[in-house]
C-alpha cells in the first residue's frame, strides 16, 4: 500500500468527431430531412460537453460490465469508488483541476468518459435540476483507458485517443495534464527510480573513466575511452535496476543518455555509441507502453546524436583520408550509427519530414561533402573562375589538371574503401552522386579549354603537356563513372569530354615523336657499347630507346580516342613516328660498330660489336616479334603492335567502314619492312664476324680432307670430334677444328643474344659447307674421298647442333646442306650403283609420261608388244610403229635403237645397238614392224635399275640422227614365256609416250659432267649419254 498518493488530473480539452455530436435522426421524406437539418443548425449552440473521471483496478479490466457499461454503473456495482465530474463547457475546452486518491499506482487505470448534454430550448445548463433528468439527456461520446504505471511526480501531457465502448470506433481524443503528488510519491513512482537509478550509473561512469584515464600516459595517442566498466561497477548497475524494477528500455535509456551526455563533453568511441544506439533499436518503442516523457528524453538525444554525425558526413571528404584503413575505418563507425538510427521506425516518425527517407539524407550528404571538398581544394589553389585563358594564365590550366587529378586519385580510393560501404549500407551509387555533383566544374574546364589562344612557341611544349595530362584524368574519370551502377546520362559533360581536346591531338602526337626523337639522339650520344651489366646483353641506349618507344605506345593506351573513325588518322600518324624512330636508332648505333675496325677491315673490338647488333636484334624483335615454333619454349616476345591493343579498332573500322583489314595491313607492313631494314643493317655486322672465321675454316678443312691419292679406309670413323680420320697421321684434324671454334665462338654465345648468335652460327655453317663443296670439287674425285668429306659435314652438324642448344630444324638443315649431302652421296657412291639410279630414274620420267593426259604428249609415241623367252633367255621385241609425232619434226628417215642397260651388265650383247630400218615416207606415223630378240640372262630381268632403252631419232640431209624422244621398259615388268608359240599369241602390248630427259636430272647430269675415269662411266658416256645429252 502506497499512503498519501493522489492523481492530480488537468481534463484540458478534447477534439470531438463531428459525426458523433449528436443523434441524428433520419427521415424518409425528403422535406422532414431538411426541417431537421435546419433544426440542428439552429440548435449547434445549445450542446453542453462534460467528462466523468474515476479509478479503475486492473482485476477489473475484463470485467463484462466494465466493458458495456459507464463509471456510474460501476460505482453502484462497487468497481470503483467515487466519479469525479467536470464542468460543462459548450466548446469542449475545460481546463478542470481533479485531485484523484490512488492506493497502488503500477495496478490502477484512469478511466474518463466524454459526454454531451443538449439544453432545453429556452434554458441553460444552470437550470437543470437532478443527475436523472441530466442523464436522460446526456448523449455518450467515448472513453479512454490509461495505466498509471509510467506516472511520475513530474507532470506529463497526454493526448489520448476516445473509443466506444466496443473499442472498435474511434470517436476523438482528450489532452491531460498528469502527475502524482503525496508523501513518498516521487520516491516510489517512475520516475523518482528512474532519477536514483541515472543519479547511480554517472557516478559510475564518472568513476570508471578517471580510472581508465589514470591507466593511460598523457603522451600516448590512444583512441577516446571504450566505456567498459569493472565487473563490479556492472554487477551494481543491473542489481539496482533489478531492484527498482526498471524495464528494460528504461535501463538502456539511462545508460544511452549519461554515456551520450559524457560524450558530449569527454567523447567515447563510436562503436559504444553503435551498441547503445543497437540495445535500444531492440526494444518496442510504443509510447502507450512506455513513459511519455523518457521517451521523448531519449528521442531528443537520437536526433542530436543524428544531427552531429550529419554534420559530420556533409563535410566527410574534409574530415575523413579515404586513403587510410584507419580515418576510413572512422568514417564507417558513422555511417553505420546513421543506420542503426534509421532502423528505429518510432523515432524516424518523430523526424522532421526532411530528414525521414535515410536515401535522401545520405544522397545530400554526398553531395555537401563534395561541394565543400572540391571548394576547399580549388581555393588553396587559388584557382580561377574566369571562363577565358589568356597566354598569362596557363597556371590556371595547370591547377585545374592537379584538382582533377587530385580528384581523380580521391575516386579511385573513394571507389575501394568508402562506396562498397554506402552500397551495403544504403544501396547508394557513391560515385554516381560525386560526379553528378562535380558536373558543373567539368562544364567550367570545357569553357576554359575552348578559350585557349595559340601560345608561343615557348609555352607550346609546356601547354600540350598540361592539356594532354588533363585529358588523360578526364578519360580515367569517365571510365570510373561508367563503371558505376548508376551511370550519367547521355547529356552529361563527361561523356563527351573527349571534344574538348580534338584540336590537341595532332600536336600530342608531334609532340611524343619530337621527344622520342631527342631521347634516342641523346641515348645514343651517351652509349659506349659496353654491357648493363654482366647478365644483360645490352648498352644503355636501348634501354633509353626502348623506354621511349614504351612511352609512346603508354600515350596511344591513354588516349583510347572514343571515336574509332578520327582515330584511324591519329594512329597511321603514331605507326610511322615508330617505326621511324626505331629504324633511326638501328642506323645511328651501328655507326659505333666503325670503332670495332681497323684500317684494313679487321675486326678488333667483338665484344663491342656483339652488343650493337644485341640493341638492333631487340629493335627488330619489338617491332617484329620472331616465330618461336621451332621446339623453343621460351613465351613469345610482346611486340609493339600486341601492346598497342588495336585489334577493337580494326573489327569496328571493318565492320562500319570497311577500312579496318586495310588499316591493319598498313600497320603490320610498315613494322615488318622496318624490321627488315634493321635486319639487313644487322647482316652487315654478321658478314664481318662471318668473314673473320672463313680463312681458318679454309684452313684446317684442307688440312682435314684426304688429297689426291689418299684413299682412306672406308671403316675409318669420321662422326666424333675428338677422333681424328685413321688416314690423317701428320695433318690437323677434325678436333683441332672444333677446338678452333670453341675458342673463337666463345666470344660471340657469351655476348650476343641467342636470336643474333644463331644467325651467325647459321652463317658460319653455311660457309663451312660451301667451302667443303669449294675443295672437293678441286681436289677430290674418287668416292671414297667425297665419303670422307661427307662424313666431315655430318660430323659439323652435330657441333652446330650442340645437343639442341645451337642451330636446329631447318637452320640446320637448311637447303644449302641439303644440297650439299645429296651432291656428296652422288660422288660418293661407286659408278655401277649411279648408273643403276639413273636407270631408274628413267624409269620413273616414263611413268610419269604414261600417267599424262593425251592431250599433254608433246613428243608422240611408239607402240610396240614385248615378252621374255626363259629357254633362249631373249627379249622378243616388236616395234611396230610411232604415232603423232609433233609437225615440226615430222620425219624424213626415222628410226628406233633399242638397248639394254646398264650395258656393262648386259655383257653378251653386241656392242652395236639395235637399230630399225630407216622409214622413208614423210610422216606423223613411221610404220616399223621389225622383230627383234636381244640376249638377256633370267637373273639380269628381276634386277631394280635394268631398263631397255628405245630411242627413236631421225635422220637429216646432213647426215646427223635427230632426236625426237626416248621411252624406257623396265626389265622386271617384262613378262616371261616358256615357249615362243605361247609368246607369239600373248605378248604385252605397249602404247608408250615419247619423253625428253630433263635438264634438271642430276644423275645424268653428274655423269656426263664428271666423267669417271673407270671403264663403266667410259662406256655409258660414248654408248649412251653422250647422245642424250647432244639433244638436251
Known amino acids: 500500500m502506497e499512503p498519501d498518493i493522489k492523481l492530480f488530473c488537468t481534463v484540458v480539452g478534447a477534439e470531438i468527431s463531428?459525426?458523433?455530436?449528436?443523434?441524428?435522426?433520419?427521415?424518409?421524406?425528403?422535406?422532414?430531412?431538411?426541417?431537421?437539418?435546419?433544426?440542428?443548425?439552429?440548435?449547434?449552440?445549445?450542446?453542453?460537453?462534460?467528462?466523468?473521471?474515476?479509478?479503475?483496478?486492473?482485476?477489473?479490466?475484463?470485467?463484462p460490465q466494465v466493458q458495456n457499461r459507464n463509471l456510474a454503473d460501476w460505482k453502484k456495482e462497487g468497481l470503483i469508488h467515487e466519479v469525479f465530474t467536470t464542468s460543462q463547457q459548450p466548446d469542449c475546452r475545460w481546463d478542470d483541476h481533479v485531485e484523484i486518491p490512488i492506493q497502488k499506482q503500477a495496478d490502477e487505470y484512469l478511466v474518463?468518459?466524454?459526454?454531451?448534454?443538449?439544453?432545453?430550448?429556452?434554458?441553460?445548463?444552470?437550470?437543470?435540476?437532478?443527475?436523472?433528468?441530466?442523464?436522460?439527456?446526456?448523449?455518450?461520446?467515448?472513453?479512454?483507458?490509461?495505466?498509471?504505471?509510467?506516472?511520475?511526480?513530474?507532470?506529463?501531457?497526454?493526448?489520448?485517443d476516445l473509443f466506444?465502448?466496443?473499442?472498435?470506433?474511434?470517436?476523438?481524443?482528450?489532452?491531460?495534464?498528469?502527475?502524482?503528488?503525496?508523501?513518498?510519491?516521487?520516491?516510489?513512482?517512475v520516475s523518482g527510480k528512474l532519477k536514483e537509478h541515472r543519479a547511480l550509473v554517472t557516478k559510475i561512469v564518472l568513476h570508471e573513466s578517471k580510472e581508465d584515464s589514470r591507466r593511460r600516459e598523457p603522451e600516448d595517442n590512444l583512441p577516446p575511452w571504450d566505456a567498459q566498466m569493472d565487473p563490479a561497477a556492472e554487477s551494481l548497475i543491473k542489481f539496482h535496476a533489478q531492484f527498482r524494477s526498471l524495464s528494460g528500455f528504461h535501463q538502456a535509456a539511462v545508460r544511452f543518455s549519461v554515456l551520450f551526455s559524457y560524450h558530449k563533453a569527454n567523447a567515447i568511441q563510436m562503436s559504444v555509441l553503435i551498441m547503445l544506439v543497437d540495445s535500444i533499436s531492440k526494444l518496442p518503442l510504443d509510447s502507450h507502453l512506455i513513459d511519455s516523457a523518457e521517451l521523448s528524453h531519449l528521442f531528443d538525444n537520437l536526433q542530436e546524436i543524428l544531427r552531429s554525425t550529419l554534420n559530420v558526413l556533409n563535410d566527410h571528404l574534409v574530415e575523413f583520408d579515404t586513403k587510410n584503413a584507419s580515418s576510413v575505418g572512422k568514417l564507417k563507425e558513422h555511417l553505420l550509427l546513421v543506420k542503426k538510427l534509421y532502423s528505429m521506425q518510432e523515432f524516424v516518425n518523430s523526424l522532421p519530414s526532411n530528414l525521414r527517407s535515410i536515401t535522401d539524407v545520405v544522397?545530400?550528404?554526398?553531395?555537401?561533402?563534395?561541394?565543400?571538398?572540391?571548394?576547399?581544394?580549388?581555393?588553396?589553389?587559388?584557382?580561377?573562375?574566369?571562363?577565358?585563358?589568356?597566354?598569362?594564365?596557363?597556371?590556371t590550366l595547370a591547377a585545374l589538371s592537379g584538382i582533377f587529378k587530385h580528384v581523380l586519385n580521391e575516386c579511385h580510393a573513394l571507389r575501394e574503401n568508402v562506396a562498397p560501404t554506402f552500397m551495403k549500407l544504403f544501396e547508394v551509387d557513391y560515385l554516381a552522386h560525386v560526379f553528378f555533383t562535380l558536373d558543373s566544374h567539368f562544364e567550367h574546364v570545357a569553357s576554359l579549354l575552348k578559350s585557349i589562344p595559340a601560345f608561343k612557341a615557348s609555352k607550346e611544349d609546356r601547354l600540350l603537356g598540361v592539356t594532354y595530362q588533363l585529358y588523360v584524368t578526364f578519360q580515367e574519370l569517365k571510365q570510373l563513372n561508367q563503371a558505376s551502377v548508376k551511370r550519367f546520362p547521355e547529356e552529361q559533360q563527361l561523356n563527351s569530354c573527349h571534344l574538348w581536346f580534338i584540336h590537341?591531338?595532332?600536336r600530342w602526337i608531334n609532340l611524343a615523336t619530337t621527344k622520342c626523337k631527342k631521347g634516342i639522339i641523346e641515348a645514343i650520344k651517351d652509349d659506349k657499347a659496353i654491357a648493363i651489366t654482366e647478365d644483360i646483353g645490352y648498352s644503355s641506349s636501348l634501354v633509353d630507346t626502348m623506354t621511349l618507344l614504351h612511352n609512346m605506345v603508354v600515350f596511344w593506351k591513354q588516349l583510347k580516342w572514343p571515336d574509332p573513325e578520327q582515330a584511324y588518322s591519329g594512329l597511321s600518324v603514331l605507326i610511322v613516328s615508330i617505326t621511324d624512330a626505331a629504324l633511326y636508332y638501328a642506323v645511328e648505333v651501328f655507326k659505333k660498330a666503325d670503332k670495332c675496325f681497323s684500317k684494313d677491315g679487321k675486326l678488333v673490338s667483338t665484344v663491342q660489336l656483339c652488343i650493337i647488333l644485341n640493341n638492333m636484334q631487340a629493335i627488330r624483335d619489338k617491332l617484329s616479334p620472331p616465330d618461336l615454333s621451332d621446339g623453343i619454349s621460351e613465351p613469345k616476345p610482346v611486340g609493339i603492335i600486341d601492346e598497342l591493343g588495336l585489334q577493337e579498332l580494326f573489327d569496328w573500322l571493318e565492320q562500319e567502314k570497311g577500312i579496318g583489314l586495310k588499316l591493319k595491313e598498313f600497320v603490320n607492313r610498315s613494322m615488318h619492312n622496318t624490321a627488315d631494314d634493321i635486319h639487313n643493317k644487322m647482316s652487315i655486322g654478321i658478314s664481318h664476324l662471318e668473314k673473320q672465321y672463313i680463312p681458318v675454316i679454309r684452313k684446317f678443312t684442307e688440312d682435314i680432307l684426304p688429297k689426291h691419292g689418299e684413299a682412306p679406309s672406308i671403316e675409318a670413323s669420321y662422326n666424333s670430334f675428338t677422333m681424328k680420320i685413321d688416314c690423317l697421321t701428320d695433318q690437323q684434324g677434325l678436333q683441332h677444328l672444333e677446338e678452333y671454334f670453341n675458342t673463337t665462338l666463345k666470344v660471340l654465345s657469351e655476348n650476343l643474344l641467342f636470336p643474333t648468335f644463331k644467325l651467325v652460327m647459321k652463317k658460319v655453317w653455311e660457309a663451312t659447307l660451301k667451302i667443303l663443296m669449294e675443295i672437293g670439287n678441286t681436289h677430290l674425285t674418287k668416292p671414297s674421298q667425297w665419303q670422307a668429306c661427307r662424313d666431315i659435314a655430318l660430323s659439323l652438324k652435330e657441333y652446330f647442333h650442340a645437343e639442341g642448344d645451337g642451330l636446329i630444324g631447318d637452320d640446320l638443315d637448311s637447303p644449302a646442306f641439303k644440297t650439299f649431302l645429296f651432291e656428296v652421296n652422288l660422288r660418293s657412291q661407286p659408278t655401277s650403283s649411279l648408273v643403276l639410279k639413273c636407270?631408274?630414274?628413267?624409269?620413273?620420267?616414263?611413268?610419269?609420261?604414261?600417267?599424262?593426259?593425251?592431250?599433254?604428249?608433246?613428243?608422240?609415241?611408239?607402240s610396240l608388244t614385248i615378252g621374255y623367252l626363259k629357254t633362249s633367255s631373249v627379249i622378243e621385241v616388236k616395234v611396230l610403229e610411232a604415232r603423232n609425232i609433233p609437225v615440226d619434226k615430222i620425219c624424213f628417215m626415222p628410226s628406233v635403237e633399242l638397248q639394254l642397260l646398264p650395258s656393262i651388265l648386259f655383257e653378251d650383247n653386241p656392242k652395236e645397238l639395235y637399230r630399225t630400218k630407216k622409214y622413208k615416207q614423210q610422216t606423223q606415223n613411221p610404220q616399223f614392224r621389225e622383230t627383234f630378240q636381244i640376249p638377256s640372262h633370267s637373273s639380269l630381268m628381276q634386277l631394280e635399275g635394268t631398263i631397255l632403252s628405245l630411242v627413236a631419232s631421225n635422220y637429216d640431209s646432213t647426215g646427223k640422227d635427230n632426236f625426237l624422244g626416248l621411252c624406257v621398259v623396265p626389265c622386271n615388268i617384262i613378262p616371261c614365256f616358256v615357249d615362243a608359240s605361247?609368246?607369239?599369241?600373248?605378248?604385252?602390248?605397249?602404247?608408250?609416250?615419247?619423253?625428253?630427259?630433263?635438264?634438271?636430272?642430276?644423275?645424268?647430269?653428274?655423269?656426263?659432267?664428271?666423267?669417271?675415269?673407270?671403264?663403266?662411266?667410259?662406256?655409258?658416256?660414248?654408248?649412251?649419254?653422250?647422245?642424250?645429252?647432244?639433244?638436251?
Open 18 to 63: 463531428a459525426q458523433k455530436g449528436g443523434k441524428i435522426i433520419c427521415f424518409r421524406i425528403v422535406w422532414i430531412v431538411i426541417t431537421f437539418l435546419l433544426k440542428i443548425i439552429l440548435q449547434a449552440d445549445n450542446k453542453n460537453w462534460y467528462c466523468n473521471l474515476g479509478i479503475l483496478h486492473t482485476e477489473h479490466l475484463k470485467n
Open 112 to 160: 474518463v468518459e466524454v459526454w454531451n448534454q443538449e439544453k432545453p430550448n429556452g434554458e441553460d445548463s444552470a437550470g437543470s435540476k437532478g443527475l436523472k433528468k441530466k442523464q436522460k439527456e446526456s448523449s455518450y461520446v467515448g472513453r479512454i483507458f490509461y495505466c498509471l504505471k509510467p506516472v511520475s511526480s513530474d507532470a506529463m501531457t497526454k493526448t489520448l
Open 164 to 189: 466506444s465502448h466496443s473499442a472498435k470506433h474511434k470517436r476523438g481524443n482528450i489532452e491531460l495534464l498528469l502527475s502524482i503528488k503525496g508523501k513518498d510519491a516521487e520516491k516510489g513512482s
Open 363 to 395: 544522397e545530400n550528404s554526398i553531395q555537401k561533402s563534395v561541394v565543400s571538398w572540391y571548394s576547399m581544394y580549388s581555393a588553396s589553389l587559388s584557382v580561377s573562375s574566369s571562363n577565358e585563358l589568356d597566354e598569362s594564365s596557363e597556371e
Open 504 to 506: 590537341f591531338v595532332g
Open 839 to 862: 636407270c631408274s630414274n628413267l624409269a620413273a620420267q616414263q611413268m610419269t609420261a604414261v600417267d599424262l593426259p593425251t592431250n599433254q604428249q608433246q613428243f608422240g609415241e611408239l
Open 982 to 1032: 605361247e609368246l607369239g599369241q600373248h605378248p604385252m602390248m605397249l602404247n608408250l609416250p615419247l619423253f625428253h630427259i630433263t635438264k634438271s636430272d642430276v644423275l645424268l647430269e653428274l655423269v656426263t659432267r664428271h666423267q669417271r675415269s673407270d671403264e663403266v662411266a667410259s662406256e655409258l658416256f660414248t654408248t649412251f649419254v653422250k647422245k642424250l645429252k647432244a639433244n638436251l
